[in-house]
């Protein structure tokens, strides 16, 4: 029983250009939403969240977007870096713990 | 500022050993503490996660352990590993919603 999904497991974007991200979750009462980034054989590192009280929250070239009738969640960059090339992992907070998805491996081509 | 700290970075160890991995956490008092684990291609899997010393919550049966001797200190144990337990082991502390990673261990069973 997955809660959290990123049905993508890559994305190939060039450099320059929009990335995004997209992560569904089946349950309407998490209320806090994160996105992290992992590089290889290292700790994932937060980057963005949003509660359910916002629709979107942006920092930088990082926007996190939150349909919540959809319960689907995206994270757009742009532009588009090569150091932005990583797995991108979507988590939902309830219960002072963090369900993850699957990830997204992102791949920005020069 | 805070700081998490993990030990072993890698560890290789033949199936039926013990296992000892540690966590501490700097800067910071209280934290809620979190044992993930990503197994190849995969995403997290939480583990264990503690509010508190003594106090531990286990998210999936298995033969791993983990103990929280001090406030800033999380353990993960075994007594005998599995070939199932190779993977990559990340250790977390939160104090709200967003949780910090650690450096992560490279466990391989062989």
């Known amino acids: 029983d997955q809660q959290v999904k990123q049905n993508s497991p890559s994305l190939s974007v060039q450099e320059g250009r929009i990335s995004i991200l997209n992560c569904d979750y089946t349950?309407?009462?998490?209320?806090?939403f994160l996105w992290y980034k992992k590089y290889p054989a290292e700790g994932p590192t937060f980057l963005i969240s949003?509660?359910?009280?916002?629709d979107k929250n942006e920092d930088g070239r990082f926007t996190v977007f939150l349909n919540k009738s959809a319960k689907h969640l995206s994270l757009h960059i742009v532009p588009s870096q090569p150091g932005d090339s990583a797995v991108y992992f979507c988590?939902?907070?309830?219960?002072?713990?963090?369900?993850f998805g699957q990830g997204t491996r992102l791949t920005i081509n020069p | 500022s805070q700081t998490i700290h993990q030990w072993p970075a890698t560890l290789v160890q033949p199936v039926g050993s013990p296992l000892s991995l540690e966590c501490t956490v700097e800067?910071?008092?209280?934290?809620?503490l979190y044992w993930y684990r990503q197994a190849a291609g995969r995403g997290l899997q939480l583990l264990f996660y503690s509010v508190g010393i003594g106090q531990i919550s286990s998210e999936v049966p298995q033969n791993l352990s983990a103990s929280r001797p001090q406030d800033r200190q999380f353990i993960l144990s075994s007594k005998k590993l599995l070939l199932s337990d190779s993977g990559f082991y990340l250790c977390?502390?939160?104090?709200?919603?967003?949780?910090?990673f650690g450096p992560g261990t490279r466990l391989t069973v062989t």
């Open positions: 988590a939902v907070e309830g219960a002072q713990k963090l369900v």
């Open positions: 349950n309407s009462m998490f209320d806090y």
């Open positions: 977390a502390w939160s104090k709200g919603a967003e949780q910090y």
């Open positions: 800067g910071t008092s209280n934290p809620n």
């Open positions: 949003i509660s359910s009280i916002k």
